[in-house]
């Protein structure tokens, strides 16, 4: 099963975050991102949708959040499985896929918050998260990513917050 991920660009300068608006619901703004091709690890499907629906480069700094759902009516009778994955700006001069977006824009993290009501649950406890990582650090917020060694001569990717060895 695919799973969607969605880019959390933060602008940490700017305290911005990207926010798109698709064409084909123009309900809400919401973050880029879309479905995960065959064997496409989950941050490069952020980097990836990010880059196709604004032309924007960004770099991979950690996962948010997953939201899982059952019954969810574009999901073929499976559970879905949503991943948010922070990540960092590299370009900013937007460029939307005109096929895809309506609109997108740089959007003041607090402008957010400050009119929860236009926008989805999803989007504000986002928001409010992201304004604890910058408040007091991503790393009360972040999970990390680190690559281990399989007992089959392969590697895997487990997700977890970051710790310190003592």
Request: glycine share 6%.
């Amino acid at each position: 099963m695919p799973a969607v991920c969605l880019g959390f660009v933060l602008n940490e300068e700017t305290e911005e975050v990207l926010m798109i608006q698709d064409k084909h619901r123009l309900v809400r703004w919401k973050f880029p991102g879309g479905l995960s091709n065959p064997g496409e690890d989950i941050q490069d499907t952020a980097i990836r949708e990010v880059n196709e629906e604004t032309g924007l480069q960004t770099e991979f700094k950690s996962i948010l959040s997953f939201r899982q759902q059952h019954n969810h009516p574009g999901a073929f009778g499976c559970s879905d499985i949503y991943v948010v994955c922070r990540l960092a700006p590299l370009t900013y001069d937007i460029q939307i896929c005109p096929t895809e977006l309506e609109d997108a824009r740089w959007m003041k993290v607090a402008d957010i918050l400050a009119s929860e009501e236009d926008h989805s649950p999803l989007t504000v406890r986002m928001s409010n998260l992201v304004m604890c990582g910058l408040r007091d650090g991503f790393d009360r917020i972040d999970i990390a990513i680190d690559e281990l060694p399989s007992v089959y001569n392969t590697t895997y990717k487990l997700f977890h917050r970051p710790y310190i060895v003592k």
